[in-house]
């Protein structure tokens, strides 16, 4: 199939435009390089331009079977002090966008979802069927564009996947792309640049938690594990299966203190950090259950948390001893 990879130039984006490659498909990136990076895009047909650009989606959208949607902006902490920024550019361009490809032959999308959607659940692990209850900005976001998706299956014949990523994570297998985000609010980018001294100490949020250990537990899901499943929603879609929305995780929490023993296991290096007081509305644990993924996509988590930080790892020592950062800040992006 050709494939439309809004986004396609970010972090997840560029992970799932390698693995439909990869499947035998031939995506074209629509990317506005906001917070994403040219380079992530070397080898692949990157169109720079914005969501919104009705223009110069027409032309794109008469050459392609399919949408996967990435592009948006996904900073919890800057949805909430700006939140217009936020209806702006996940709402507002992706309604565009969505009437755009209403305009066109396409009648397959794919939403990056959040388990942000859930807010903090009542109970664990979270079924697709859990009350959504977005605390934030960002997670209305992506439920309101859920809800416009539904409602646009019903009335329109679009036929789509919302993937509910839990906390993506980790690198390429082969090292060539990994994680860049300025800033960066990740837990494992942040306590590998403190390994490595190219950060401040690890500020750890919650030490006093409901939870084995008292640090807060997330499921963490390694992004060539997030692009497989993109692929695999695509031919689910492709195949004339209907809608879905899917958790994507491992139904593994790991803890913040057992992310740094990692962290050391795996680099030799203990994380320089300081506890903080928990975050307000940070909910203490946050596991999908990814059974409904399995049943529908047939997709599972193929690496745990090892082959997570170590290719993290890997492309971290890369990122630091290479250009691209400081070709990031010279394309405008915001300091680390
Ligand atoms: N990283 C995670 O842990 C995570 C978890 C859940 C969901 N998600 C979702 O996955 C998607 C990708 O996240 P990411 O971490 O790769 O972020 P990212 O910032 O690395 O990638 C987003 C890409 O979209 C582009 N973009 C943003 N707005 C655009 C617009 N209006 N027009 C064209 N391009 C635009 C950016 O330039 C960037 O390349 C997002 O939708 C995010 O909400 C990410």
Excluded at 226 to 235: R, Y
Excluded at 249 to 269: F, H, I
């Amino acid at each position: 199939m050709r494939v439309l990879v809004t986004g396609g130039s970010g972090y997840v984006g560029s992970h799932a435009v390698r693995a439909l490659h990869r499947a035998g498909h031939e995506p074209i990136i629509l990317d506005n390089l906001s917070t994403g990076h040219r380079r992530l895009s070397t080898g692949f047909t990157l169109v720079e331009g914005d969501i919104a650009d009705e223009r110069k989606l027409a032309p794109l959208l008469e050459g392609v079977d399919a949408v996967l949607h990435f592009a948006a902006l996904a900073y919890v902490g800057e949805s909430v002090a700006e939140p217009r920024k936020y209806i702006r550019n996940n709402v507002e361009c992706a309604i565009k966008l969505l009437d755009a490809v209403l305009a066109s032959r396409v009648r397959i999308f794919v939403l990056s979802s959040t388990c942000a959607v859930y807010g903090v659940p009542a109970e664990l692990p979270i079924r697709e069927s859990s009350p959504r209850e977005p605390i934030n900005p960002y997670g209305a976001t992506k439920l309101f564009l859920e809800q416009v998706l539904a409602a646009y299956a019903g009335a329109y014949g679009l036929r789509y996947a919302a993937l509910r990523y839990f906390n993506a994570a980790g690198a390429h297998p082969d090292g060539s792309i990994g994680e860049i985000h300025r800033p960066e609010t990740h837990l494992i980018p942040l306590a590998l640049k403190a390994a490595l001294g190219a950060a401040p100490p690890l500020r750890v949020f919650g030490s006093r938690l409901n939870t084995p250990d008292g640090s807060c537990i997330r499921d963490f899901v390694h992004v060539a594990d997030l692009a497989s499943a993109h692929v695999l929603a695509l031919e689910y879609l492709q195949a004339g299966g209907p809608s879905t929305t899917l958790n994507l995780g491992t139904g593994q929490g790991a803890s913040v203190a057992e992310v740094l023993a990692m962290v050391k296991s795996v680099s030799g290096r203990e994380v320089p950090h300081e506890l903080a007081e928990a975050r307000p509305g940070d909910p203490p644990a946050l596991i999908a259950d990814p059974s409904l993924s399995r049943k529908v996509l047939g997709w599972e988590a193929r690496y745990g948390l090892r082959e997570i930080v170590s290719s993290a790892w890997e492309w971290e020592r890369k990122l630091q001893n290479s250009d691209w950062l400081r070709e990031a800040e010279m394309a405008g992006h915001p300091g680390i």
